[in-house]
Every structure is written in C-alpha cells, then in structure tokens.
C-alpha cells in the first residue's frame, strides 16, 4: 500500500515537471517568435539612421543625444503600403529612441484579439500593441489609448514602466508616431500607475472644460514632473500597460501629440 501510494505521489509529481517544462518551453517559443516577427518587419519596412532599439542598450542614450536626436527629429520612415499589404489593420507606427519600442500600431474591431495575436495574424501572448478600438483610426480623437503587453522579456511595452524614474524620464523625453499620411513626436509629460477601471481611460471630451479637467488630473496623478506645456487645444496620446503592484493595476504615460511632418 505504502508503496503504492509513493509511486501515485512520484507519478504526480514527474507530470507536474513535464507540464511546467513544456510550458516554459511554450513561452520561451513564443518570445524568441514574436522577437523575430517584430525585428524582421523593421528591417524589412523602415528606414532609419538610428536602427532597431533592440540592438542597442536600454537607456544607453544621455540627455544630450536625445536632445540632439529630437532637435534634427528621428530620420524614420515607414513604408506603410507594404505593411498594410501584411495586416490591413495597421494604422501606425510607435518608436521610443533607445528601448525597444519600435512596432507597428494596428486597430482592430475589439480590443481583444490584438492582445493574443502578432501582426502576421499568428497566435502569440505577446500581441500587438493597437489603439483601442472606440478612437478613430486616423489618431484625431481628443484623447487616444495604445495599448501593450508587460511581457517578462523586456519587450513590448515593458519599458513604459520606467518612467516612474525622473532620471528614465530625462533620457527618455520623446517618442515618436507616425502614421500613412503624418509624423507625430511625443512629448511625455506624465507616468503613474493607475487602476484598469479608473478615470484616466475616459474619452470623449466634447466640452472644453472637462477635458481640462482631465488634463490636470492625469498631471496630478504622475509620479515625475515635467515642463511640457499641456493645453485644450492639444491632443493626448497614451500608452497603457499591466503593471503588478496591485490586481488590475496599469501603468500608464501620457504624452502630448506634436506634429512634425
């Protein structure tokens, strides 16, 4: 009987270890896929001086190149005929100099399908990063929502979480978005860590006053201070990630949408 029950315990406990094995090794699968997919595909439709973020080292930029960098503006274009002929979904581009944020933005009829699927259409946990499916596709609405996975591996939009440091924060001023038609820089101007249900992901604003409001109270909320001038007349683009301080916690940095091209 007792050694019965010790060989039950043994059988448990090896399945127990395949299972986790194989997991890990799904996991592992997917990163090293969905890497490929994304490095691939800013070899293959950009053209940039600064080349892929990924092959440079996180945060390896000082104040004063990327004060050089944004005064010139990021020489990056994208050739958006030819990855729209890969998704018809793709309505953008998002780069941060310096991290790996370098992807394509898509937008699809949910905001479900994105989270589990790269942008070839193959099922993968890391996703894609895509603007939430209320907004209008050209990024003209008054307040607009992107939104990435926290993945373990340092990609997608894993980085964002950084910006709680000042010090990240004065490295990493700007980002970049770009779309079929314009080229948007964005200046950061406020990082918090919020709950998925709060205020912060309201949209609409027909009335100047409450979207005022809302201006000060994502300001409000942020954990580094900044000088960058937010008004009514300016549009906010947001980038949203989990975060895991507390359930359903997000991090979230608001940027202000500033055009260039």
């Known amino acids: 009987m007792k050694k019965f029950i010790y060989m039950s315990i043994m059988t448990v406990l090896i399945g127990v270890f395949i299972y986790s094995l194989y997991n890990i090794y799904v996991i592992q699968s997917e990163y090293e896929e ?45 050739d958006f005929p030819k990855l729209q002929k890969i998704n018809k979904d793709v309505i953008g581009w998002i780069y941060n100099p310096g991290t790996v944020i370098n992807y394509p933005v898509v937008q699809g009829k949910d905001n479900s399908y994105y989270l589990k699927h790269l942008i070839n259409g193959t099922y993968n946990a890391s996703g894609t990063p895509f603007l939430d499916c209320h907004m209008k596709p050209d990024f003209s609405d008054k307040n607009m929502f992107i939104y990435g996975h926290h993945m373990k591996n340092g990609s997608m939009f894993s980085s964002i979480t950084k910006y709680k440091e000042k010090d990240y924060y004065n490295k990493h001023k700007y980002m970049y978005l770009l779309t079929p038609t314009k080229k948007y820089r964005l200046e950061v101007f406020s990082a918090y860590i919020t709950k998925a249900t709060s205020d912060t992901y309201m949209r609409g604003f027909k009335e100047n006053d409450k979207f005022k409001k809302y201006i000060d109270y994502i300001r409000g909320l942020s954990l580094i201070k900044t000088d960058v001038d937010v008004t009514i007349k300016d549009t906010v683009v947001s980038l949203s990630t989990c975060t895991y301080e507390y359930e359903n916690a997000r991090f979230v940095v608001h940027t202000k949408r500033v055009e260039i091209q």
């Not at 950009?46 to 050089?68: I, L, V």
Request: glycine content about 4%.
């Open 34 to 78: 969905s890497n490929s997919t994304y490095e691939e595909l800013v070899s293959d439709v950009s053209n940039t001086e600064t080349g892929h973020p990924t092959q440079t080292r996180e945060g390896a930029q000082s104040s004063q190149e990327t004060e050089k960098e944004t005064k010139s503006e990021v020489n990056l274009n994208i």
